[in-house]
């Protein structure tokens, strides 16, 4: 029988700690939709990268299952929000909390993940508590500043790329920063190292985003498992439209500020219209050398990292190659 890899084995222990966590009880109104988020799965990518970041150090990463668990407990408390924010039905293809309960619950229930998250990190050595607390609460800031300039984003015409791509960094790629940041700093890495592994993350984590963007355009409607063109329907800012708003010029240009003018359309038809736009302007093209910038930029750190387990670096390695040539 083949052994179980590093990531199955942790991804087995940590799915069993977050089972057996008793957030509270009583009003069970505010208890049981924080449950309820973390009972609806994922891909707990974020803990995960934490955990094999302190194995590429110290070979015995469910000793930090608390700390990681922390940055998926932290992680679910922003989507419950963001949720309600973009009045979403649905999350993981199940009623999103406010929808289930009210937006009044969703909003309590959240802000005691934020407290519970904080109490998972308290388990930090004393040495590196201040350090963690502070990477920690960093990145909080970043990633609802980032949720900020996303909202503004919706009443701005002329957002540039550096806008956007700054937003994404700040409302995604961060975390994953910090997650890595977080494991290397608690396996006892220097601090160039943990800097370059936070690097790594932010780097990647700009590239997943960017992947996402092409993907919404472009995946197999099949394999994607939502709506392709729901980011063109929506006229949502990503790197796409903002670049293709930039180079477009005469008729494009004409055509691009028709379709995102409507208000009632024909949903297939606008798609249709606007991938012709970025056929003509080679957009996707451009997106994905921006793309395989910020993953190649993020690999060339990784790979200039020294560790003491190689098992746990080139798994960890494996995990992000394969998230990023998926297809949904």
């Not at 009044?104 to 005691?112: E, F, H, M, P, Y």
Request: proline share 2%; net charge negative; aromatic share 10%.
């Amino acid at each position: 029988m083949k052994e179980k890899s590093h990531a199955a084995e942790l991804l087995d222990k940590l799915e069993t700690f977050l089972k057996s966590q008793r957030f509270g009880e009583s009003p069970k109104e505010l208890y049981e939709p924080l449950e309820y988020i973390l009972s609806l799965g994922g891909k707990r990518i974020r803990p995960l990268l934490s955990l094999m970041a302190y194995g590429m150090y110290k070979n015995d990463p469910e000793s930090i299952l608390k700390q990681a668990s922390a940055i998926e407990v932290f992680h679910n408390f922003t989507l419950m929000h963001d949720d309600i924010m973009d009045q979403a039905p649905l999350r993981r293809g199940k009623d999103t909390v406010h929808e289930k309960w009210n937006a009044n619950t969703a909003i309590l229930s959240g802000d005691v993940m934020l407290v519970r998250a904080y109490d998972l990190l308290l388990e930090t050595p004393p040495s590196l508590l201040h350090e963690v607390i502070q990477l920690f609460n960093k990145t909080a800031a970043e990633v609802c500043e980032g949720q900020q300039f996303d909202m503004n984003f919706e009443s701005i015409s002329n957002v540039k790329v550096s806008e956007y791509i700054n937003m994404i960094r700040l409302k995604t790629a961060v975390l994953l920063g910090c997650a890595l940041k977080m494991g290397a700093l608690l396996g006892g890495a220097n601090e160039s190292e943990a800097n370059k592994i936070y690097d790594f993350g932010v780097n990647i984590g700009i590239g997943f985003q960017l992947k996402d963007d092409l993907l919404d355009v472009y995946a197999d409607q099949a394999k994607f498992g939502k709506q392709v063109g729901g980011d063109i329907i929506s006229n949502k800012k990503t790197f796409l439209l903002i670049k293709a708003l930039e180079l477009a010029s005469g008729k494009d240009e004409e055509d691009l500020a028709y379709w995102l003018s409507l208000e009632e359309f024909d949903k297939e038809e606008k798609v249709k219209a606007v991938k012709d736009v970025y056929q003509k302007l080679g957009i996707k093209s451009i997106a994905e050398d921006e793309m395989n910038r910020y993953f190649q930029a993020g690999f060339d750190l990784f790979d200039s990292i020294k560790c003491n387990h190689s098992s746990y670096f080139e798994e960890l390695k494996q995990i992000t190659e394969d998230l990023i040539h998926r297809e949904k």
